[in-house]
Structure formats: structure tokens, C-alpha cells
């Protein structure tokens, strides 16, 4: 990981020539996890490692190794195994390299990732290895967007929320379900407060009834409008 933080404080030096193929490499990956999303989450025995948690998703780099007892660096950690696992070993690198390098952007350089999600990554995921692949990219830096640039946090979350209204529709958010509404409750609470109620709740109210997943986010919709209420008792 000492090598890959080095790597990329360099290339946030450099011009985005440099840096874009980063984007298109984890595009690839992102498009090639498609097909396989189910069976591999189902085979996958997640009691041989510990289990994701919030503070996994969010950390930043450094942070995970401490997490993780990642000290000696020539032996990858156990984290690092669930990474490969779960995404291949040729995607969590990428992963790796990406939250590194956006951990050392320029704050002008953090916009072109807001950019990057909303015009090219949101409409590729269709799955949950992809949804979840996508979070843990962008999950680490929205503390920074919290604290440096406040208006983009919510373009990316509406984003986040896309993702998963079109993950829902397939049927397949089943693995993750508790980190997921666990993350999304925690930028309400944390980040954004009650910005972006109306566009949440209107996303939230087009999930699949029946699925556990709205069952957890239907809190985040909160009571109807009193407006309403008042239509139904004169109804």
C-alpha cells in the first residue's frame, strides 16, 4: 500500500493525460464484475474473514490498514484477500490505486470525479458487486466533499441512489443489505441532513415494495405530507 500511496501522490502531479486511464481501467473492471454478481457473493465464505463494516467503507487508505493490522507490507492482509475475493484481484488493485490517487487530488481534480460518476459510472451499474464496488470508490471521499466542496456531496449522492434504485429493480441487492441502508443512513445523519429529501424520497418510493431493502429505507422517506393527510380524512 506504501507503494501505491507514493505512486499516486505523483500522479495527482500530473497533468489528467496521466491519470484518466485510471478511469477507463476501472470502467473495464466495473463492466466485466456484470455477469457474475450472484453466484460469486453466494460462494463466497465471508466467515473466513472479518465482515465489512461502516468504518471499512468510509476510512480512507491509511486508515484501513490500521484497521486491518496491514504491517507488514509484504504480506497482503486480510482485507486485501476479500478485496480479490470479492471483486478479482486485477479490479481490487484498481480500487486500491483509485481511492489512493483521489485520497491525494487536488480539489480541482476531485471535481472531475464527481463528473466521472454521474456521466460514466452511474448508468453502467446494474448489479451488487457493482453497486458495492462503486461505494467503497466513492465513500472515503465524501468527508472531504462534506468539508471542501459541500455542494457536490449531494449530486453524488442522488447518484449513489440511482445506482441502487436500478440495482433494485433487477432483485438483486440480497449480500449487502445492512452495510448498504447502514451507509446511506449514515450520509443522512453525518453529511447531508434533510438536503435532497424530496429527490431521496421520491427514488426510495420507486423501490420494490416487497424487497428488505426498502423495508430499511423507508425511514429515510418519513411521515406524509400533512397536505395528504388532510385529502384522506376529507376523502
Known amino acids: 500500500m506504501s507503494v501505491i500511496n507514493a505512486a499516486c501522490l505523483l500522479l495527482s502531479a500530473l497533468p489528467e493525460s496521466y491519470w484518466r486511464v485510471m478511469n ?77 490517487f483521489w485520497h491525494h487530488s487536488s480539489i480541482g481534480q476531485l471535481l472531475c470525479l464527481v463528473s466521472f460518476i454521474k456521466d460514466s459510472v452511474q448508468s453502467s451499474v446494474r448489479t451488487e458487486k457493482q453497486l458495492m464496488y462503486v461505494f467503497h470508490l466513492i465513500a472515503p471521499m465524501l468527508a472531504r466533499f462534506h468539508s471542501e466542496r459541500p455542494s457536490c456531496i449531494l ?54 415494495t416487497d424487497s428488505l431493502l426498502y423495508s430499511r429505507l423507508r425511514f429515510m422517506v418519513g411521515p406524509p405530507k400533512q397536505q395528504d393527510l388532510t385529502v384522506s380524512e376529507t376523502a
Open 24 to 100: 477507463d481501467q476501472f470502467m473495464s473492471d466495473l463492466q466485466d464484475m456484470a455477469s457474475t454478481d450472484s453466484e460469486d457473493l453466494a460462494s463466497l465464505d465471508l466467515h473466513e474473514f472479518p465482515p465489512f463494516s461502516l468504518e471499512d467503507l468510509v476510512s480512507p487508505p491509511a486508515k484501513k490498514q490500521r484497521l486491518h493490522g496491514e504491517d507488514d507490507a509484504q504480506t497482503p492482509s486480510v482485507f486485501d484477500q476479500l478485496f480479490g475475493k470479492l471483486f478479482g484481484e486485477a479490479a481490487a488493485r484498481t480500487l486500491a490505486l483509485a481511492t489512493s
Open 155 to 208: 449530486e453524488i449522492v442522488l447518484a449513489l441512489y440511482n445506482m441502487l434504485r436500478t440495482v433494485d429493480s433487477t432483485g438483486d441487492v440480497s449480500q449487502h443489505v445492512d452495510l448498504i441502508c447502514d451507509f446511506l443512513y449514515y450520509i443522512k445523519y453525518s453529511l447531508i441532513g434533510d438536503a435532497g429529501k424530496d429527490e431521496i424520497s421520491e427514488i426510495i418510493s420507486t423501490f420494490r
